[in-house]
């Protein structure tokens, strides 16, 4: 369990969370796209469409891009390597899972039927602050589709945001959708999170809290931290519950890429890359874009929201 000195904590809008010791992200401070490392691109393309209900934006013999019905913002990218190596049953270390916020409960409902209709199994759990539904692609990576409660019903317990790991009632999901039907990812659907499986969790802290300047918002959970930006319960999870798995190769199925949106007006990725710096991390910059590698082979791309928005 991570020790949490009360000296850190701060008001983070839920009366949570504990605040990096220097370099804070924004309050504003969101997720943007996330890129895969997948073996059959016309096999995930499928998934991702037909499954998760994603669009496709474009596509090449080796890339495709995809997001929501009625916008072209990137939500995944798809990048084939022929012969990529999926995913074992104990998992590797890397991407864990990544999440997709649906902007309300309705639209939860919707694809919890769309997923009974086309007989697609799933994973199910209530975590107090949302209600999640998950998955594994062709490949075995792990996604989650969720949807937030309003924060006026998050609570909170010694400066922790009150998280758990319950059943989910799906009849009450389903019936909040009103009979409407599944008709593809909703606009407004955002990345919301991310979860990696990491070796341990105070070099993760290290590297995730102390320097790239998450708040803590969960610590007490076995084996695991959560981190956020603006009082969010999290925007990054990271654990050690794969901590014997390898780590990533450049021939396996795996997340190669998250990004950060950083607001442009807060200083910008280049504050946080500047911290990343100070704090020993190689750091690259990439055009108007940071990239950094955390310590088990992750890339995290920082870019400033203003340009973020436009692609």
Same mark, same amino acid.
């Given at each position: 369990m991570t020790d949490c000195s009360r000296a850190g904590q701060v008001d983070t809008g839920a009366g949570a969370g504990i605040a990096p010791p220097g370099y804070r992200l924004p309050a504003a401070t969101r997720l943007g796209g996330i890129r895969l490392q997948v073996a059959d691109l016309s096999r995930s393309l499928a998934y991702y469409v037909e499954v998760l209900g994603l669009r496709a934006l474009s596509r090449t013999e080796t890339v495709a891009t995809l997001?929501?019905?009625? +916008?072209?913002?990137?939500?995944?990218?798809? *990048? *084939?390597?022929?012969?990529?190596?999926?995913?074992?049953?104990?998992?590797? /270390? =890397?991407l864990y899972h990544y999440a997709i916020l649906l902007p309300d409960r309705a639209a939860l409902g919707r694809f919890v039927a769309h997923l009974a209709e086309i007989g697609v199994r799933a994973g199910a759990s209530d975590h107090a602050v949302s209600e999640a539904l998950y998955l594994r692609d062709p490949d075995g990576l792990g996604i989650e589709v969720y949807a937030d409660r309003p924060r006026s019903? $998050? !609570?909170?317990? +010694?400066? *922790?945001? +009150? &998280?758990?790991?319950?059943?989910? +009632?799906l009849a009450s999901v389903i019936a909040a959708a009103n009979g409407e039907r599944w008709t593809g990812m909703p606009r407004g659907a955002v990345i919301g999170h991310v979860h990696l499986h990491v070796a341990d969790i105070e070099t993760a802290s290290a590297f995730f809290h102390e320097r790239?300047? /998450?708040?803590? &918002?969960? $610590? !007490?959970?076995? =084996?695991?931290?959560?981190?956020?930006? =603006?009082?969010y319960h999290h925007h990054l999870g990271v654990n050690s519950w794969a901590t014997n798995a390898p780590r990533p190769t450049d021939g396996d199925a795996r997340l190669l890429e998250w990004e950060v949106l950083v607001p442009a007006a807060s200083g910008g990725a280049a504050g946080a890359a500047a911290s990343l710096r100070h704090g020993g991390y190689r750091v690259e910059q990439s055009g108007d874009d940071w990239l950094a590698t955390d310590p088990w082979g992750t890339t995290l791309r920082l870019r400033n929201a203003s340009h973020a928005a436009t692609r």
């Open positions: 997001g929501t019905t009625g +916008d072209d913002a990137v939500l995944v990218t798809l *990048q *084939q390597r022929a012969g990529a190596v999926p995913v074992p049953h104990h998992g590797r /270390l =890397g019903a $998050w !609570s909170v317990t +010694d400066h *922790q945001i +009150d &998280m758990e790991t319950a059943p989910l +009632d790239l300047g /998450l708040d803590k &918002m969960v $610590w !007490s959970y076995p =084996g695991a931290l959560f981190l956020g930006a =603006g009082g």
